[in-house]
């Protein structure tokens, strides 16, 4: 019932920008919180961004500044805005949702961003 697909990276250099999007298949934005997750290479998943029910959102200190999560209900998409991008931004970037009635949690395929000269 529900699917998650990521969409938007790819190849940008230090200072560059993308936009990450999340097409939120079988959820209801009023019923999940959903969130942006990263998995650098050699290294754990990490939290990136969330945004509640009540569109309340929480960064990472290492985002905090450069990156805007927001989500579409019309669209039902979830955003990600990545701006003034890293080499240290580089990793695999997957769309979150989680079931508030029962906390059971979904994940995309993610998708790749790379940043480099």
């Known amino acids: 019932q529900v699917q998650l697909v990521e969409s938007g990276g790819g190849l940008v250099q230090p200072g560059g920008s993308l936009r990450l999007s999340c097409i939120a298949s079988?959820?209801?934005?009023?019923?999940?919180?959903m969130g942006w997750y990263r998995q650098p290479p050699g290294k754990q998943r990490e939290l990136v961004a969330t945004?509640?029910?009540?569109?309340?959102?929480h960064y990472a200190d290492f985002v905090k500044g450069r990156f805007t999560i927001s989500r579409d209900r019309t669209k039902n998409t979830m955003y990600l805005q990545m701006n003034s991008l890293k080499p240290g931004d580089t990793a695999v970037y997957y769309c979150?949702?989680?079931?508030?009635?029962?906390?059971?949690?979904?994940w995309g395929q993610g998708t790749q961003v790379t940043v480099s000269s």
């Open positions: 979150n949702a989680r079931k508030l009635a029962t906390a059971y949690t979904y």
């Open positions: 079988g959820v209801i934005f009023s019923s999940h919180a």
């Open positions: 945004i509640t029910t009540g569109e309340n959102t």
